[in-house]
């Protein structure tokens, strides 16, 4: 089964500065979509960004980017000048792309906090 | 638009007791999941509707839980008799697209079995 990891439960990050949040999967399938989601307190999760395992290019939103690594099987979010709006929990998420391959795997999730 | 509501937001219940959580989705997506979340721990799938069949119920825990979603609407899911380990945050989440990726999720709705 295909696992993700988050290895920071928690991050901070001053207002205006750049935080990564990183995260790790293990997967034996080469066709596959890697997510962002939060989910600022008390509220629903959200996507954040979106990134197809067969393209090379990085994904950016905005103010978020990502750092798809995928033979080292990595997916790091940037989020710039970072807002006080951005202080949430941060779910990084794998979906398999093959047939029957509805099975969303998420991580522990990060806890991001924003300094003013 | 209305997005996916989840009832209750929290419920406290003695071991042994029964509980049922409602789901309503965005209307029109015909994929409803259920996830659950253990303090600390990772979200975990429990299973997959789409319209009102289960495509994938491989993450149901047992047999004390049991889902269903009538019609092809809104979803419940069920656990009888409530053990402590089932406390948790009950997430649902549809979608129209699964292209997409995008999930829209319900806040959650929160068990504790005491």
Known sequence: AQTVTQSQPEMSVQEAETVTLSCTYDTSESDYYLFWYKQPPSRQMILVIRQEAYKQQNATENRFSVNFQKAAKSFSLKISDSQLGDAAMYFCAYRSDQKGGNQFYFGTGTSLTVIP | ?114
């Not at chain 2, 789901?23 to 979200?43: A, F, Q, T």
């Not at chain 2, 825990?61 to 419940?76: H, I, K, Q, V």
């Not at chain 2, 997430?91 to 806040?107: K, R």
Request: glycine share 10%; charged share 25%.
């Open chain 2, 1 to 114: 638009e209305a997005g996916v509501t989840q009832f209750p937001s929290h419920s406290v219940i003695e071991k042994g007791q029964t509980v049922t959580l409602r789901c309503d989705p965005i209307s029109g997506h015909d994929n409803l999941y259920w996830y659950r979340r253990v303090m600390g721990k990772e979200i975990k799938f429990l299973l997959h509707f789409v319209k009102e069949s289960k495509q994938d119920e491989s993450g149901m825990p047992n047999n004390r839980f049991l889902a269903e979603r009538t019609g092809g609407t809104y979803s419940t899911l069920k656990v009888q008799p409530a053990e402590l380990e089932d406390s948790g945050v009950y997430f649902c989440a549809s979608s129209q697209d699964l292209n997409t990726g995008e999930l829209f999720f319900g806040e959650g709705s929160r068990l504790t079995v005491l």
